[in-house]
């Protein structure tokens, strides 16, 4: 299983970009996906998953009504447009697959068993 993360950069408050996740090696509609973030010395947070099966959505707090997921599964990939973006958003975003979204709590790092390499999002104020 294959993950590739692309589409990260620097941009000004209030900015936009549109990451985007590429898989293989897997039955891509019949996986929830997710995507994380993180900061140097802080835990990975849950940003944003959607289910398989149940096309279940779920977003943290700190990026609703400002992120959006989507996937397409003729293309096996996710796509996580981020909008109105803060420089608390700075990370590194990962995607994962093979895990749970949670319609309470999302997803939760330790849940995933495969990972993408990552992609920074720097957001200068």
């Known amino acids: 299983v294959q993950l590739v993360e692309s589409g990260g950069g620097s941009v000004q408050s209030g900015g936009s970009l549109r990451l985007s996740c590429a898989v293989s090696?897997?039955?891509?509609?019949?996986?929830?996906i997710a995507w994380f973030r993180q900061i140097p010395g802080k835990e990975r947070e849950g940003v944003a998953c959607?289910?398989?099966?149940?096309?279940?959505?779920y977003y943290a707090d700190a990026v609703k009504g400002r992120f959006n997921i989507v996937r397409d599964n003729a293309k096996n990939a996710v796509y996580l447009q981020m909008d109105s973006l803060k420089p608390e958003d700075t990370a590194v975003y990962y995607c994962?697959?093979?895990?749970?979204?949670?319609?309470?709590?999302?997803?939760?790092?330790?849940?995933?068993?495969?990972w993408g390499q990552g992609t920074q999002v720097t957001v200068s104020s």
């Open positions: 959607t289910g398989g099966v149940d096309d279940d959505i």
């Open positions: 994962a697959t093979d895990g749970f979204c949670h319609s309470d709590t999302g997803a939760r790092p330790s849940e995933y068993d495969y």
């Open positions: 090696g897997i039955t891509f509609r019949h996986y929830t």
